[in-house]
């Protein structure tokens, strides 16, 4: 593909596959900030812009992710259904472990190091928002949408939506994101990018690792669905007009 200077970080994101890998190492914000060209992203943190552009060349030819290639063209039924059972399965499963690994750690190392307590408070307001967001995904809008495709499929009229159009509980899902993704952020910068001090414990270490993994994750799972899921939904019920 052409490397144009002009794209977005979201659009590199969903055109280049590997792309994200290359975003994570460089900490460029693909998933919630993504909207921002990249060449204005590498100038404020200082890139070269070139030299950005031949990684993501690099992805490209030697493609790492482990998400699907072809994301952005799957039927949204497919896309949810990814979302579903790896990105939340992952999330939930690790919110549950991390919960337990944080306690453990807190209370081996917290007196000696205090920034673990603040990095445990954030992470329990992160599983408080994230574990009803997944909820509110898989009960109300990922269903909605099923149906919304079904119906186009179908040349039927568009479900019935309670919340009015998919557009505002998009909205919502998306200050959600963006809320989780400041929190991430924080939980970064209080661990120094989980870098372990001289005194961590084995399970200091698996707690920081755990910690990278979840936010590189979930920077994924959120880009799936701001970037491709999202969009994709808006123009499908435009498709059956705005009744």
Not at 126 to 142: Q, T
């Amino acid at each position: 593909m052409l490397l144009d200077a002009t794209k977005t970080v979201r659009e590199f994101a969903i055109e280049i596959p590997s792309a994200p890998r290359v975003f994570e190492k460089l900490k460029i914000d693909y998933c919630c900030g993504g909207n921002q060209p990249l060449k204005e992203v590498c100038g404020a943190k200082g890139l070269n812009f070139e030299e950005v552009l031949q990684l993501l060349q690099q992805a490209e030819q030697s493609p790492t992710d482990p998400e699907p290639s072809n994301s952005e063209s799957l039927p949204l039924t497919s896309l949810i259904n990814l979302i579903i059972t790896k990105h939340h399965v992952f999330t939930r499963t690790e919110l549950e472990r991390l919960t337990s690994l944080l306690e453990k750690v807190c209370s081996a190392h917290g007196k000696n190091h205090p920034e673990l307590l603040d990095i445990r408070s954030q992470f329990q307001t992160l599983r408080s928002e994230l574990e009803p967001h997944m909820m509110k995904e898989e009960r109300i809008l990922f269903p909605y949408i099923t149906h919304l495709e079904s119906a186009i499929a179908g040349n039927q009229p568009r479900p019935f939506a309670p919340f009015g159009q998919v557009q505002n509980p998009i909205a919502v899902m998306m200050r959600e994101h963006d809320a989780a993704g400041a929190i991430l952020k924080t939980i970064r910068e209080l661990s120094k990018d989980f870098a372990t001090p001289d005194d961590a414990c084995l399970s200091y270490s698996i707690l920081y690792q755990a910690l990278d993994e979840l936010e590189a994750d979930l920077h994924q799972h959120i880009h799936l669905e701001n970037n491709i899921l999202f969009p994709s939904s808006l123009e499908l019920e435009q498709k059956t007009g705005n009744e």
